[in-house]
């Protein structure tokens, strides 16, 4: 814009330093003449005053067209700005938009996790009570088996204590040879009585024991 300005402003510069040089030239040669010089020359410099008036005030509406012109093309440059400025700053509200929409559906479903996940923990916790009791019952009956099966070792350890003892008792017996007849009834005795410290009694059946 300033390069297309300054030729049409030197131009008509020139014609108007040209017309007032003229004009000038004029009204000094009409000094040196007659009368109708002097008016001929008066009227020449009116004539170029006008002309250089009229070429100012061409110049000066040609400088309002063309700031005028440079004003409209500022004014439409700043408009495509505003406009660009406009789409872009809609574009980003509608990123952040579908960015905020994602963040809600993650934050939803990771909400939805969450109450899952309590509830899950929330089983798990009655379920190791349970458990817990479980664990307990199954213990004391572990601890009952253990004193039951404790009780039942030292009986058994009694029994062969005392099974023991029996074979001992019965090792120290001597072994007797059975009596004879003439052993047990005696000269003097009647056939049907029997010499009872003749008879081995522990050599016999309990039941027969119990019978002599």
Do not use: C, Y
């Amino acid at each position: 814009m300033a390069g297309r300005r300054v030729a049409p402003n030197s131009s008509e510069r020139n014609a108007a330093l040209i017309i007032l040089t003229v004009g000038s030239a004029a009204a000094l040669a009409s000094l040196f003449g007659s009368i109708w010089v002097v008016r001929a020359g008066v009227v020449v410099a009116i004539a170029m005053a006008v002309v250089a008036l009229v070429v100012s005030f061409a110049q000066i509406k040609r400088l309002q067209e063309e700031h005028a012109r440079e004003l409209r093309h500022e004014v439409e440059l700043r408009t495509a700005a505003a406009e660009r400025h406009h789409a872009d700053s809609v574009a980003m509200i509608d990123r952040f938009n579908q960015r905020a929409a994602s963040l809600n559906s993650v934050i939803t479903q990771l909400r939805s996790q969450l109450a899952a996940a309590r509830s899950e923990l929330s089983t798990m916790r009655g379920n190791a009570a349970w458990l817990r009791g479980e664990v307990a019952e199954r213990q004391a009956r572990v601890e009952a088996l253990n004193a039951r099966i404790a009780e039942l070792e030292q009986q058994l350890r009694g029994a062969e204590e005392r099974e023991a003892e029996e074979s001992r008792i019965i090792e120290l017996v001597p072994d007797r040879p059975s009596p004879s007849v003439e052993d047990i009834w005696g000269d003097d005795e009647h056939p049907t009585l029997v010499d009872i410290r003749m008879v081995n009694i522990d050599e016999l059946d309990a039941p027969l024991r119990k019978h002599a």
